[in-house]
């Protein structure tokens, strides 16, 4: 198909120009505002030919994305030192190696803040160019998203240049799978008028018009969807764990008998857990979350899933074309959001998902970290996981007991940065047990975390700390020795293990 | 004024017992909602005859509130080892003795987050009797109450049991005030709508009924308002700093000109800085937010407040003195809502507040203690600062920048817990400067707040840190030197100093 077949006003036919061409209206020390919510729906010609030209000319952009995006934007501009700044959250390898080394200014934000800061001008100026992928662009210059929707829409709202990418490989049966809402600022925002979670609201395109609309361009590189690693007995158990522990809630009265929205982070773990669903008893589930991935496919094939709301849709190579096969019925019960909706702590604690996040690590008090290994280096981000925790009705974080082949204990001490605070947590998994620890005492969490979720190899010294620690500050909520609170990570750094020699 | 003719339906007449009779309804192990927030409309009868009846049976009980109350309540309790369990926060010596010793089990929450993890039963069953003070009851059995409104409508919704004080030493022009509105729980929720600071959108009253009320217990004992500190230089600085800050960012186009609806923190310091807009050149100004106090009623006495909302009332003994005299025509712009309102996250973003908090301390990347010294020794608990920082339009931790004479840098390398994230805040004030930290990266961050905020004795000292971090750790988004990271802390519990002897 022609890109000027999804192009429907013949009177943009000639904003139609080269990648090349449209990168021109770059200027150094702009801020690019880009669609793209992990490796999807992100723009990739303008990009790439941004990053040629910056090959030659030697200059910087900063660049704020809905979430991480696919190679040819970060990865292509980072390998030629082409970013400043970068916000809100990141999973690229090039970029990640720049963040840590100084390179790349790298702002982490909460997902939901994103475009408001942007509008507000808290983020160092306003949006100066929008580059959107687009499947099309109807008769009135809207525009109609891709595989995500993320910042988009307020990206094209704010910014001066708006340039589309009409990209061809993706189906136009994507159309009509998005919901487009952006809410006014303060002092005239109203209330998001989403009450369930299949709620529509909005529009189905990006609105935008035909004279915002400065460049078109023709691009035909597919989402470079990556693979999920299979899911292994960990992930099982975790999954099984975490649905046992909402039966017997459901038992206790503490959680309606229907469920209530499923909220589930990135990744492997969540999409196992994800998946473990479709084996259980529930039926007619709801999804409110922030990215689509595999195991709501498997959800919806086996006839369990009403709907599912995100920002993005993020499969695996397998599960896109899982999804292209059977797109058309896949629409009825899926649904895009801008980010800021999706992510929107008001619906969150409105509708009360129960969210499912990943740690890095978390401590005996439970406290999480989910973005700095060893309390320095930047992994991803936070993400969506802090807009889900703080709100939602049940908030529950998964982690393997250990990692690198049982050389860290995901269960510390003190963690090494924190990313949610122990108010703001429900229940822990790992795939020994489940912590619950809603309503109690520090000292009677950390009991619970270490008995219920830590290794057998770990369990005795966490005791021990604990112990000693109680000893040792006579007058404390939080027992710690500070000595020693963080010397695990320490002792990791120095032999290559938390186990002690 | 007689009981009597506070208790409007007659029939209500023949529950009224005395204080004594009216505890020997509670049982060990009960959970005992209250009235109160601050020391504001707390119980003060039936808790004294509870505490005479445990110093005789040996029993504990658990303590849900708004937040902290009085000594009648907490300290009483406390005092015969009355209390098992305590939540949502506290500011009373016996009992911050006792919870950091191991007595009492204090669980610290958000307060937004109390009434409905009571609803939800996720506090350990719910609440078994509810404690409300009144100035009245209706016609109907619906309850009028005083100085605060916390978490008293929904524990009078969820108890078996409910006991109303009736305090004649509180006007009756207090009726008015109130506006209660319990929302429904998931999946039935809705919208709350308020879309302005002033909106009413609930009853004048706590709905109860005639049938619903257990007992009523007269009382005649005041409230046991505390005394704020003076405003003293620092504070003064302080306020200026922000409100000079503020007028920048209308300048930029970054605030709108009318300014936001105003939130600030429980204490001295928030109140001077409030205090300190009666001085300013902003008129009409709105504020949503947890505690009424003395600097509101001066914004008022200037004709500069249009509207407060808050969900407790809690002056100084002059400032009570004053309200009183004036209560007609501050009841016409101050509002009492139940606290899951007042601090309501869907509504700080909304309508967007100016949130204004106070840190214990903060560390060179903007992560904020509110909670613990030195990492372990609880001070009063989070209180409703997270419920504002997170979803503020505008996000203000205030610190002076030592503490102790000197000897405490209230800026350290790393907080010794973490109350607020990185991610959740946009400036810092102490006496000597503004710390904008919006949009920046950790390293960035850092370099702002040393050179903004820090006190001079301890600048050198952070900049040699963050810089032998930096070489330390090449690698890293956050640059820490772990073994030293809590070294500060550790020498001043040693020396009696953070400064290098």
Same mark, same amino acid.
């Not at 880009?34 to 723009?43: D, L, M, N, R, V």
């Not at 590189?221 to 975790?238: H, K, P, Q, S």
């Not at 909706?341 to 890095?360: K, L, Q, Y």
């Not at 974080?397 to 963690?415: E, Q, R």
């Given at each position: 198909?022609?890109?000027?077949?999804?192009?429907?006003?013949?009177?943009?036919?000639?904003?139609?120009?080269?990648?090349?061409?449209?990168?021109?209206?770059?200027?150094?020390?702009?801020?690019?505002?880009?669609?793209?919510?992990?490796?999807?729906?992100?723009?990739?010609?303008?990009?790439?030919?941004?990053?040629?030209?910056?090959?030659?000319?030697?200059?910087?952009?900063?660049?704020?994305?809905?979430?991480?995006?696919?190679?040819?934007?970060?990865?292509?501009?980072?390998?030629?030192?082409?970013?400043?700044?970068?916000? =809100?959250?990141?999973?690229?390898?090039?970029?990640?190696?720049?963040?840590?080394?100084?390179?790349?200014?790298?702002?982490?934000?909460?997902?939901?803040?994103?475009?408001?800061?942007?509008?507000?001008?808290?983020?160092?100026?306003?949006?100066?160019?929008?580059?959107?992928?687009?499947?099309?662009?109807?008769?009135?210059?809207?525009?109609?998203?891709?595989?995500?929707?993320?910042?988009?829409?307020?990206?094209?709202?704010?910014?001066?240049?708006?340039?589309?990418?009409?990209?061809?490989?993706?189906?136009?049966?994507?159309?009509?799978?998005?919901?487009?809402?952006?809410?006014?600022?303060?002092?005239?925002?109203?209330?998001?008028?989403?009450?369930?979670?299949?709620?529509?609201?909005?529009?189905?395109?990006?609105?935008?018009?035909?004279?915002?609309?400065?460049?078109?361009?023709?691009?035909?590189?597919?989402?470079?969807?990556?693979?999920?690693?299979?899911?292994?007995?960990?992930?099982?158990?975790?999954?099984?764990?975490?649905?046992?522990?909402?039966?017997?809630?459901?038992?206790?009265?503490?959680?309606?008998?229907?469920?209530?929205?499923?909220?589930?982070?990135?990744?492997?773990?969540?999409?196992?857990?994800?998946?473990?669903?479709?084996?259980?008893?529930?039926?007619?589930?709801?999804?409110?979350?922030?990215?689509?991935?595999?195991?709501?496919?498997?959800?919806?094939?086996?006839?369990?899933?009403?709907?599912?709301?995100?920002?993005?849709?993020?499969?695996? =190579?397998?599960?896109?074309?899982?999804?292209?096969?059977?797109?058309?019925?896949?629409?009825?019960?899926?649904?895009?959001?801008?980010?800021?909706?999706?992510?929107? =702590?008001?619906?969150?604690?409105?509708?009360?998902?129960?969210?499912?996040?990943?740690?890095?690590?978390?401590?005996?008090?439970?406290?999480?970290?989910?973005?700095?290994?060893?309390?320095?280096?930047?992994?991803?981000?936070?993400?969506?996981?802090?807009?889900?925790?703080?709100?939602?009705?049940?908030?529950?974080?998964?982690?393997?007991?250990?990692?690198?082949?049982?050389?860290?204990?995901?269960?510390?001490?003190?963690?090494?940065?924190?990313?949610?605070?122990?108010?703001?947590?429900?229940?822990?998994?790992?795939?020994?047990?489940?912590?619950?620890?809603?309503?109690?005492?520090?000292?009677?969490?950390?009991?619970?975390?270490?008995?219920?979720?830590?290794?057998?190899?770990?369990? =005795?010294?966490?005791?021990?700390?604990?112990?000693?620690?109680?000893?040792?500050?006579?007058?404390?909520?939080?027992?710690?020795?500070?000595?020693?609170?963080?010397?695990?990570?320490?002792?990791?750094?120095?032999?290559?293990?938390?186990?002690?020699?």
């Amino acid at each position: 198909m022609d890109i000027k077949d999804r192009v429907r006003n013949k009177a943009l036919h000639a904003k139609i120009v080269s990648a090349e061409e449209a990168a021109t209206v770059i200027k150094p020390g702009m801020n690019i505002g880009t669609s793209g919510f992990t490796p999807s729906g992100y723009p990739k010609a303008v990009p790439l030919a941004l990053a040629e030209r910056i090959k030659k000319e030697h200059f910087q952009i900063n660049l704020w994305t809905g979430a991480s995006v696919g190679k040819e934007l970060d990865g292509a501009l980072a390998a030629v030192n082409g970013i400043n700044k970068r916000l =809100p959250y990141q999973t690229n390898n090039e970029i990640r190696k720049s963040l840590n080394s100084g390179g790349v200014k790298y702002c982490d934000l909460h997902l939901s803040h994103t475009a408001q800061m942007s509008r507000y001008g808290f983020l160092g100026g306003k949006v100066d160019v929008a580059i959107i992928e687009a499947c099309a662009i109807t008769e009135e210059g809207h525009i109609i998203p891709t595989t995500s929707m993320g910042n988009s829409a307020s990206f094209v709202q704010s910014a001066d240049i708006v340039i589309v990418e009409v990209n061809t490989s993706q189906p136009l049966a994507l159309e009509g799978m998005h919901d487009v809402y952006i809410p006014l600022d303060p002092p005239h925002r109203l209330p998001i008028p989403i009450v369930k979670a299949d709620d529509r609201i909005g529009t189905p395109y990006i609105p935008c018009g035909l004279d915002k609309i400065t460049y078109i361009v023709p691009c035909d590189i597919r989402d470079d969807v990556r693979d999920l690693a299979a899911i292994d007995d960990d992930a099982r158990a975790m999954s099984a764990l975490f649905i046992d522990f909402l039966k017997k809630d459901i038992k206790a009265g503490r959680m309606p008998k229907g469920l209530l929205p499923l909220q589930s982070g990135v990744g492997s773990v969540a999409n196992a857990v994800v998946s473990g669903f479709a084996e259980s008893e529930f039926t007619d589930l709801e999804v409110y979350t922030e990215v689509i991935q595999d195991g709501m496919l498997d959800l919806a094939d086996v006839g369990k899933l009403k709907s599912a709301s995100g920002t993005s849709f993020s499969p695996s =190579p397998a599960g896109l074309e899982r999804f292209y096969q059977n797109i058309d019925t896949y629409r009825k019960i899926m649904m895009l959001r801008p980010q800021e909706i999706a992510n929107s =702590p008001e619906i969150a604690r409105r509708i009360g998902v129960i969210a499912m996040n990943t740690a890095i690590e978390l401590d005996i008090y439970g406290n999480v970290n989910s973005t700095h290994i060893m309390g320095t280096k930047m992994m991803n981000g936070i993400g969506g996981s802090g807009d889900f925790a703080r709100n939602a009705y049940l908030t529950c974080f998964f982690s393997t007991s250990t990692a690198k082949n049982g050389a860290i204990s995901s269960i510390v001490p003190m963690v090494s940065h924190v990313d949610h605070t122990e108010h703001d947590v429900d229940i822990f998994v790992t795939e020994l047990g489940v912590a619950d620890v809603r309503g109690l005492s520090p000292k009677e969490r950390a009991r619970v975390i270490i008995e219920n979720c830590a290794h057998p190899d770990y369990k =005795p010294m966490l005791m021990d700390y604990l112990e000693r620690a109680e000893k040792a500050t006579k007058c404390a909520q939080t027992p710690h020795i500070l000595t020693e609170a963080l010397s695990w990570h320490t002792r990791f750094i120095e032999t290559g293990t938390m186990k002690k020699q």
